[in-house]
Each structure stands twice: as C-alpha cells, then as structure tokens.
C-alpha cells in the first residue's frame, strides 16, 4: 500500500510542465487589464503640440539671440519671404 502512495505523489517532469502552463495561463489571464491613463490619440496630439512649441520657441530664440534681432519679427510673413528669396537667389 505505501509503495502505491508514494507511485501516486511521484510525477513526471512533464506532468509538472503541464501543470506549472495550465497555472501561468490562469493566472495570465486574471492579472492584466490594460486601461490606458492618456489615450493614443490624445498621445499624437500632444506630441505635435509639443513639438509645434519647441519649433516655434527655437525659431523665436535663434533669431533673437543669434540674429539679434526682435523675437516678434520672427514669426512675421515679411521675414520669411526674405528669407525664402535669399536661399533661392
């Protein structure tokens, strides 16, 4: 009779395998729900907006700290068409 318990407790490296999957699968599956904080589009938006800023601060900072010129006159349609002209020419 004991020989028998101790035959019954024993497994095999595979039967434990299978086990230890059959536990990582429930335990996957109960563990994670993703919920999202920001969303992806609200992501892209503010991405852009990020990058618009930084665009236009360094625009205004270049010109008026490396050109010494005013940091207004750097977002004015008359600046940009000299600009634009000078590169063509």
């Not at 599956?29 to 589009?41: A, D, G, H, M, Y």
């Not at 992501?43 to 207004?72: E, K």
Request: proline letters at 2%; hydrophobic letters at 40%; a positive charge.
């Amino acid at each position: 009779m004991m020989e028998e318990e101790i035959r019954h407790k024993i497994t095999t490296r595979s039967q434990c395998k299978k086990k230890k999957k059959i536990e990582e699968r429930r335990t996957a599956k109960k563990e994670k729900i993703r919920v999202r904080l920001i969303p992806i589009w609200l992501r892209v938006i503010l991405v852009l907006f990020a990058i618009t800023i930084s665009v236009l601060s360094g625009i205004i900072v270049g010109y008026s700290v490396i050109g010494d010129g005013n940091p207004m006159d750097a977002l004015s349609k008359s600046t940009w068409t000299h600009i634009v002209d000078l590169v063509n020419k």
